[in-house]
């Protein structure tokens, strides 16, 4: 309703904006400690249309951060809970919940929303989002002109301790997930033979049960992909780690450090997740009302020494493997194998469980597909053998599917 020095130019106050906000509607990806605060932020904001997607459960650790959540709230679904009491402290405030994953939902889920933020603390999951925003663009015209209606900006905020970052990804436009994910922490590993004979940390017990004893017996079969988000899956690694434990005398195995373990989990800081939360609830409001440019387009937040915040300005990877049009490289010896290549590609593009093709002599062949039981029995052998004896030359382009994308991606091969 008013106007202001640093407004942007173009930018007129009236009644009709705030009608704006409220009819706007919006998609928040995770409902931990930081969604807790974004939810929140948006909803006393003004927002009245507002989607939660989440597959946890409130746990008691939760309840020193994740503002939304108390006692009685224990074991139930937190977009549930999050959504009850937003809508019984904020009247007028219509927010639909959905304990489900991401993946549960197609285009047509997606392309309702004007803008997606995301609080959550898994790459995974942010580049998979980051490639579902980006199969939503459309091009017009002989020159393949962006169609801007089709872009639905993208605001993604982590944090790690005193540590925190946010980002404005217009998708076509600005840098996305995948352009950024040289920014993101490599995460703590630890060598298979510590893991196997020397255990001396709780640690190293629950990543020798999700390693080693997961795929050789665990209750739901040998196919069964452990999910972080199930209860019963948890609850076999915890029973398993804390009886290696014991054999090795070691304590402090508990269901707390087996989610931390299992989710890379990083001690969280309040204070770190209402500032980025107040950042991403910051930019929604510009980006909604147009009142003042968005940050361009990277924030960085430290409090662990005083308080250090400063934004900067980061381009698309010429070659991104998500947002470019040009096939991602991957340099490979011809000699290695293809287990080599698919173990490059978990290193370098983070894919998890690569199903492959590749255009060999004009001809798209199935190389390794591990998802179907069936067709990963036949295609096994493959993986032992040379990318040169499987037909594979410079610049040979292939073909990834891989759950962290939602649609499959080109690749090509430089002969190292």
């Not at 020095?5 to 706007?24: A, L, M, Y």
């Amino acid at each position: 309703m008013r106007s202001g020095p640093f407004k942007n130019p173009n930018f007129k106050p009236s009644f009709q904006i705030f009608e704006k906000v409220k009819h706007t509607r919006i998609l928040i990806v995770g409902a931990g400690g930081l969604g807790c605060e974004i939810i929140k932020n948006l909803a006393m904001m003004g927002f009245e249309n507002l989607s939660i997607i989440d597959m946890d459960r409130v746990d008691l650790s939760n309840l020193n951060r994740q503002i939304l959540f108390r006692r009685k709230d224990i074991g139930r679904p937190k977009v549930e809970v999050a959504a009850e009491y937003v809508r019984k402290r904020i009247s007028g405030c219509d927010i639909k919940s959905y304990f489900n994953k991401i993946e549960d939902f197609d285009q047509h889920f997606y392309q309702q929303f004007h803008i997606v933020i995301c609080g959550l603390d898994t790459i995974s999951a942010r580049k998979w989002i980051n490639g579902m925003l980006l199969s939503l663009l459309t091009f017009d015209g002989v020159n393949d002109e962006l169609n801007c209606a089709t872009v639905i900006p993208f605001i993604d905020g982590g944090t790690e301790g005193f540590k925190g970052n946010s980002r404005i990804i217009l998708p076509g436009i600005s840098p996305c997930i995948d352009c950024l994910i040289d920014l993101y922490p490599p995460q703590t590993k630890f060598h298979l033979c510590t893991l196997a004979n020397t255990p001396r940390l709780p640690e190293h017990c629950v990543e020798y049960v999700k390693l080693i004893l997961w795929p050789r017996g665990n209750p739901w079969g040998k196919d069964a992909e452990l999910n972080e988000d199930d209860h019963l899956h948890v609850q076999w690694i915890y029973e398993k780690s804390h009886e290696r434990a014991i054999n090795y005398g070691i304590s402090g195995v508990n269901y707390g450090l087996i989610l931390d373990v299992l989710k890379n989990i990083v001690p969280a800081v309040a204070s770190t997740n209402a500032v980025i939360g107040a950042v991403c609830a910051t930019e929604a409001f510009k980006i909604a009302t147009n009142c003042f440019s968005s940050m361009k387009n990277h924030l960085y937040f430290n409090d662990q020494d005083g308080v250090y915040t400063h934004s900067y300005e980061i381009e698309r990877k010429v070659q991104c493997p998500a947002c470019s049009n040009i096939p991602s490289t991957i340099e490979e010896n011809l000699n290695g194998t293809l287990e080599s290549l698919i173990d490059s590609l978990k290193h370098n593009f983070n894919v998890k469980n690569p199903s492959i093709r590749a255009n060999i002599k004009g001809k798209l062949k199935m190389l390794y597909m591990p998802t179907i039981p069936a067709m990963e029995e036949m295609t096994r052998a493959n993986l032992k053998k040379s990318l040169r004896e499987l037909g594979f030359e410079d610049k040979t382009e292939f073909i990834i599917a891989d759950k962290t994308f939602p649609k499959a991606k080109c690749f090509q091969l430089k002969a190292a």
